[in-house]
């Protein structure tokens, strides 16, 4: 089972910045996509940004010019650099990863780490 486990949540003010990180760890996996997902009360989850192996970027509008997600593909460890953040930014983060695991033979995984607050408040 592959795990999931992100930190540097917390509370900044309205314009301020937070940089999420997320580790994968576990025995013989290949990570493929890594994201991230967001969830406020009464809404259901939403994505974030993702990102390829290769590298390649996707973003949700509401984010575009202000987040900016990276990897660290030796590390298995996905960034999510979040910058002149807004009141509609506070959430439950979410990190996700998709890949294929070694037991026995090849099989695909799909994780989810625990969830991080952001909260943007003044």
């Known amino acids: 089972q592959v795990q999931l486990v992100e930190s540097g949540g917390g509370l900044v003010q309205p314009g301020g910045s937070l940089r999420l990180s997320c580790a994968a760890s576990?025995?013989?996996?290949?990570?493929?996509?890594m994201g991230w997902y967001r969830q406020a009360p009464g809404n259901e989850r939403a994505l974030v940004a993702t990102i390829t192996s290769a590298g390649t970027t996707n973003y949700a509008d509401s984010v575009k010019g202000r987040f900016t997600i990276s990897r660290d593909n030796p590390k298995n460890t996905v960034y999510l650099q979040m910058n002149s953040l807004k009141p509609e930014d506070t959430a439950v983060y979410y990190c996700?990863?998709?890949?294929?695991?070694?037991?026995?033979?090849?099989?695909?995984?799909?994780?989810w780490g625990q969830g991080t607050q952001v909260t943007v408040s003044s």
């Open positions: 576990g025995s013989g996996f290949r990570v493929n996509g």
């Open positions: 996700n990863a998709d890949g294929l695991q070694y037991s026995d033979y090849w099989r695909p995984f799909d994780s």
